[in-house]
T-cell receptor
Framework: GAGVSQTPSNKVTEKGKYVELRCDPI?????LYWYRQSLGQGPEFLIY????????DSGLPNDRFFAVRPEGSVSTLKIQRTERGDSAVYLC????????????FGPGTRLTVL | GQNIDQPTEMTATEGAIVQINCTYQ??????LFWYQQHAGEAPTFLSY????GLEEKGRFSSFLSRSKGYSYLLLKELQMKDSASYLC??????????FGQGTELSVKP
């Protein structure tokens, strides 16, 4: 079946602009995670949704970052007033609610802020 | 605090065995995962340990000692395609994964 998909695959923007990154999880997966990965580093947790609600948003770096999942499926990560330091690969992962619960990752969105 | 340590890079020879170590100190523990990540691609799941001991899965095995905060990933019969970054991650009670920086493995002919 289809895996996790993310759009766009690449996004180049200018400092100060607003961006939206989209994640389409595996069908039926109730849990959805956003991570950010800088070059040469492991992914860093941002936010976790269980259904429509944010169960843990402790990883969001500041109030310029916000994420929604209004219908419990697709999620959008929104970044306001982008800064050069926001440049990274933004990864989305989803998991089911039972069993091993391993997280399946999407291909990521590479964000470059000029 | 949360801290996960693994070597930055390792080199091994095709056909050989390599062991990648991971030590962790986290405020909660709900399992340890190993992921493989090829350059420019998404991490893919390799193995999972929640109890002490060895889990074997084909050419890959993973070991966990919770009392020592230690895990390793063992790769046997190395192939060139095993050249990748290997990520150790601890799952918190809440479900999020806390990753180490990754170990870049280079397999040489």
């Amino acid at each position: 079946g289809a895996g996790v998909s993310q759009t766009p695959s690449n996004k180049v923007t200018e400092k100060g602009k607003y961006v939206e990154l989209r994640c389409d999880p595996i069908s039926g997966h109730t849990a959805l995670y956003w991570y950010r990965q800088s070059l040469g580093q492991g992914p860093e947790f941002l936010i976790y949704f269980q259904g429509t609600g944010a169960a843990d948003d402790s990883g969001l770096p500041n109030d310029r970052f916000f994420a929604v999942r209004p219908e419990g499926s697709v999620s959008t990560l929104k970044i306001q007033r982008t800064e050069r330091g926001d440049s990274a690969v933004y990864l989305c992962a989803s998991s089911s609610s039972g069993g091993l619960n391993e997280q399946f990752f999407g291909p990521g969105t590479r964000l470059t802020v000029l | 605090g949360q801290n996960i340590d693994q070597p930055t890079e390792m080199t091994a020879t095709e056909g050989a065995i390599v062991q990648i170590n991971c030590t962790y100190q986290t405020s909660g523990f709900n399992g340890l995962f190993w992921y493989q990540q090829h350059a420019g691609e998404a991490p893919t799941f390799l193995s999972y340990n929640v109890l002490d001991g060895l889990e074997e899965k084909g050419r890959f095995s993973s070991f966990l000692s919770r009392s020592k905060g230690y895990s390793y990933l063992l790769l046997k019969e190395l192939q060139m395609k095993d050249s990748a970054s290997y990520l150790c991650a601890v799952r918190s009670i809440g479900g999020k994964l806390i990753f180490g920086q990754g170990t870049e493995l280079s397999v040489k002919p």
